[in-house]
């Protein structure tokens, strides 16, 4: 398969997108970006199994089969740095690059001016059959329907892993509840989609998380009023 898209717009979808891949390598399946290509755009997919990130880039020309590939984070870091976006100057046109990929590596060729520029050879990263159906999951989530949930425990690293979508698209986070289990699905611009998974933790926890609550209930009604609050408060 062979397709081109602006750099400037496949930047902002890896960038955005990377943070939810798996960090460690011992976890295979999802160490890795999925790329599900189309013959109109491009969707670029990772989960950690907490969050999901989920970016669209449009094709500017397409030849072949569609298809999948994968990109490791490593893959990725190289991207990033060798191909650089044309900052905006108006109308002027992002620069291109053209993605070529057969079974044993993914090239990824600049093309922007009369001829080819710098290209950069990648192997190609085996295909892992089990990564997780990305678009399935948020399907699921959004024909569910939402429920309100009064408490979401999650980690301050995975509620940060979307402040990479946000500086990629330099456009606001939105947060909506989805489906009937606290999940959060993100949307950031026209361009990404996310999704938060809650942590479950343990009864202990949970007890804990209570009497922290209970606990700074007293003590801002305390100032507020200069008395505790009553058990049935």
């Not at 044309?86 to 009369?114: A, M, Q």
């Amino acid at each position: 398969m062979q397709f081109n898209v602006g750099t400037a717009d496949l930047r902002r979808a890896l960038k955005a997108v990377a943070p939810h891949a798996e960090t460690s390598n011992e976890v295979p399946t999802t160490h890795r970006l999925r790329v599900d290509v189309g013959a109109d755009h491009v969707t670029v997919s990772a989960t950690n199994g907490y969050t999901i990130g989920h970016a669209v880039v449009w094709t500017l020309d397409f030849e072949g089969e569609v298809g999948v590939f994968d990109l490791s984070p490593q893959d990725v870091k190289e991207i990033l740095t060798l191909f650089h976006g044309k900052k905006d100057r108006g109308d002027e046109p992002d620069y291109t690059v053209r993605i070529t990929v057969d079974s044993e590596r993914v090239t990824i060729t600049d093309v922007s001016g009369l001829f080819d520029g710098k290209a950069l050879h990648l192997p190609r990263y085996p295909t892992d059959e089990n990564f997780p159906d990305v678009v399935r999951l948020i399907q699921t989530s959004l024909l569910t329907g939402p429920e309100a949930t009064t408490r979401l425990i999650t980690s301050g690293k995975l509620h940060g892993l979307f402040g990479a979508a946000s500086s990629a698209y330099e456009m606001p986070l939105v947060w909506d509840h989805a489906g009937d289990k606290g999940v959060l699905l993100v949307t950031c611009g026209k361009d990404f989609l996310g999704m938060l998974m809650p942590i479950r933790p343990d009864e202990a926890v949970l007890a804990d998380i209570e009497k922290w609550h209970a606990d700074w209930l007293a003590r801002i009604l305390e100032a507020a009023f200069g008395e505790q609050p009553s058990p049935d408060a």
